[in-house]
């Protein structure tokens, strides 16, 4: 049997097809054009720029990189390359969609916006109506009725549901949790075979801060990538 040492550095485009890898390897190349516009950071910048990396994909020790590195087979230079090959592409990125980054913002909002909220469900109107009460007059607390009577997976958290978008939950739920005001208790509601309490915990309204700035124009990339793939095949197709 081969080892990987035995193997060439190199593949033809027909084994890249079948492995089903090309379209991946179509779009790195793509990438790798689009940066090569981008300078390296200089010392100090990579330094910092590495850290934070490591940081958002969860290493936090010399463990923690060393497993990472044998999980992707990196050496010590690789890592770093691959690391700041995705900081180019960031950069990049924000630099050719900045100024589309508003109007995209307002199309995406609803489904950046963020929800808790308390549920509970059962399949009895009289049971809900009940339970309703008990939490109205301050009988009981939300969280102990869910979890004792909440026929869903939220009653393993005493009923919270979130952060989550939204736009996650049942439409007919999301629509509920936008018309009121957090620690608003709704009065049973039948939604999708079940009878439906809820309480709006809280409602986190995305703003275009950096950190969704930048979630935004990884997006467009990802559109723009994808639009130069399709006008490919587009092509290909009208050729054949």
């Not at 300078?39 to 330094?47: E, F, G, L, T």
């Not at 100024?99 to 009895?124: A, G, H, M």
């Not at 309204?205 to 997006?219: G, M, T």
Request: hydrophobic share 35%; aromatic share 10%; proline share 3%.
């Amino acid at each position: 049997m081969k080892t990987l040492k035995d193997c060439s550095e190199e593949f033809s485009v027909e084994q890249i097809k079948s492995w089903g890898f090309l379209k991946k390897v179509k779009r790195e190349l793509i990438i790798d054009n689009c940066i090569k516009e981008v300078n390296n950071p200089d010392d100090d910048s990579k330094k910092i720029i590495l850290e934070n990396k490591l940081n958002t994909i969860g290493i936090k020790s010399d463990k923690d990189l060393c497993n990472w590195q044998k999980q992707f087979l990196f050496n010590q230079d690789d890592w770093k390359d691959y690391l700041i090959r995705a900081w180019k592409w960031e950069c990049w990125c924000f630099k050719n969609f900045e100024t589309q980054l508003p109007n995209y913002f307002l199309k995406r909002k609803e489904y950046l916006d963020l929800v808790s909220y308390s549920l509970l469900r059962v399949k009895e109107k009289s049971l809900a109506n009940e339970l309703y009460l008990r939490i109205k007059e301050n009988e009981a607390e939300f969280c102990d009725l869910a979890s004792k009577y909440s026929q869903g997976p939220e009653k393993n958290h005493g009923g919270i549901v979130g952060p989550v978008p939204i736009t996650q939950p049942h439409f007919q739920l999301g629509r509920l949790l936008k018309t009121i005001q957090p620690g608003q208790l709704c009065a049973p509601t039948f939604i999708d075979s079940w009878w439906v309490l809820v309480r709006l915990e809280k409602l986190k309204n995305a703003a275009l801060d950096e950190s969704v700035a930048l979630k935004l124009s990884l997006e467009l990339g990802d559109k723009y990538i994808a639009k130069l793939l399709n006008e490919e095949n587009i092509f290909k197709t009208s050729n054949e």
